[in-house]
């Protein structure tokens, strides 16, 4: 949901960090009407364009108009528009997709499950989990770690892992044995005069307190964004992966890779888990793995995941999940499609390159006034706004500065978004160096303008 930028409520408004917009406010005002999209850029109904430095929804990595998206869904669609993959069927878009999964994962991976959504993949991984856990004859080993300031979905078990309190709220959420660990963002978690290197140790700390306070056996997995994106593009400091990855190794717990946003590209590699070093047991992908042209998600796992649940589902005689739109032929062969124009057109590469002027740009940025810190990694980033630069506080209320900020640049034709105070950029792989320029020039614009309104 959008409030138009120009309403007195898109100024009044603070949002929380994962950008809803207040309902009611939705409600009175209507929201911005999107007609067509072209290349990097959509269009309202009354023929404004704007460059969209979100990818939509940290999602459209082709762009708005990719006509070989738009055929390779054409062409399913004539040839078998839906079949499912229960009681023993398939079909090639599936099976083809799978395979190329695996062959391109970077660390072996066994077998892919395939879902709908982001949400629903992070709810089968669950499932999955515990299942496993019973597999294994260690039915206490349910409980799971996320962290604080997360993003996994919204669904039940989605939402739990979520670390973000307003996706808690009124909902009674997050549910049993979904626990959280600090989030490792060094600018507002650190300790006075405490390095990058000291503040990873500290986490990989607190996460080892944790597992003994709670029981060793009894947790069975942990969940992590590459780089979390809707908590506000937290960038892991120098040395928390390998720290954290210790530990699970230490405690043999399964580390859950969440590559929604930071799958196909985004930080410069395929994988965000490449970046990130990171050796993941399971990973879940959507989002850009179709350009979000079609809704699709997917889970890869590891033979130390898919072994159990095998040999469990083979005694019970059923693994007894599934979705009706599991795989669905279309979404399979747009995302086939979407990974074979990532690669002809080397856009892991323009990521890396696009994205290493985006992040130069944005340094940019810092002396200005209400700029707290820049960050970011490949074609993903946020510029966090703050009132006072020592003390790192909001104006007036949290989410105050990213609201008018972002109104602002809407009116100057980028699409961004507000997370709190945080705006973050998530340009699609094929914007241009020059698409940047525009971009971080139009976002300097709207931060000064914004800080001579409340300042006088």
């Not at 709908?116 to 992070?122: R, T």
Request: glycine content about 8%; charged content about 20%.
């Amino acid at each position: 949901m959008t409030i138009h930028a120009n309403s007195p409520e898109a100024r009044d408004i603070a949002h929380h960090f994962h950008g809803y917009t207040n309902a009611r406010a939705h409600q009175k005002n209507g929201p911005m009407v999107i007609d067509r999209g072209e290349g990097c850029y959509v269009v309202d109904n009354t023929g404004k364009r704007y460059f969209e430095a979100m990818s939509g929804l940290w999602s459209v990595g082709l762009g708005f108009s990719e006509q070989r998206l738009i055929d390779a869904a054409t062409q399913q669609l004539q040839r078998l528009p839906f079949y499912h993959n229960f009681s023993h069927k398939s079909h090639d878009p599936a099976i083809d997709l799978a395979e190329k999964l695996v062959s391109i994962a970077p660390v072996p991976m066994s077998k892919v499950f395939f879902t709908n959504s982001g949400s629903e993949a992070n709810d089968t991984v669950l499932k999955m989990v515990w299942y496993r856990s019973n597999a294994m004859g260690q039915p206490q080993r349910k409980k799971v770690i996320s962290r604080q300031r997360a993003y996994h979905g919204v669904t039940i078990a989605a939402a739990s892992l979520t670390g973000l309190p307003n996706n808690h709220r009124s909902f009674d959420l997050p549910i049993a044995n979904v626990l959280h660990t600090a989030s490792p963002h060094h600018y507002r978690d650190a300790r006075d005069g405490e390095t990058e290197e000291e503040f990873s140790t500290r986490l990989a700390q607190e996460l080892e307190d944790l597992i003994l306070a709670e029981g060793p056996d009894t947790i069975a997995a942990f969940w992590g964004e590459p780089v979390m994106g809707a908590g506000g593009v937290v960038v892991p400091p120098k040395g928390y992966w390998a720290k954290v990855q210790a530990v699970l190794k230490k405690y043999d717990i399964l580390l859950v890779a969440d590559e929604v946003i930071c799958g196909f590209g985004r930080l410069g590699t395929m994988f965000g888990s490449e970046a990130m070093e990171m050796q993941p047991d399971v990973m879940m992908m959507s989002k850009q793995i179709t350009s979000s042209y079609m809704p699709f998600s997917a889970i890869m796992v590891n033979d130390r995941v898919f072994d159990p649940i095998a040999d469990e589902s083979n005694s019970i005689g059923v693994f007894g999940h599934g979705f009706t739109g599991g795989g669905h032929p279309v979404g399979a062969a747009v995302a086939l499609e979407t990974i074979k124009i990532i690669e002809e057109r080397d856009l892991v590469a323009n990521a890396a390159d696009v994205g290493a002027h985006m992040q130069t740009r944005m340094a940019d940025l810092v002396d200005l006034p209400m700029v707290g810190e820049v960050r970011g990694y490949g074609l993903i980033g946020a510029v966090e706004l703050v009132h006072d630069k020592a003390e790192k506080s909001p104006f007036k209320a949290p989410g105050k500065l990213g609201a008018l900020v972002n109104a602002d640049l809407t009116e100057r034709g980028v699409i961004s978004r507000n997370m709190m105070d945080a705006m973050a950029l998530c340009p699609p792989l094929i914007s241009t160096k020059a698409e940047i320029d525009l971009v971080i020039d139009s976002m300097a614009a709207s931060i000064e303008a914004v800080s001579k309104s409340i300042t006088g």
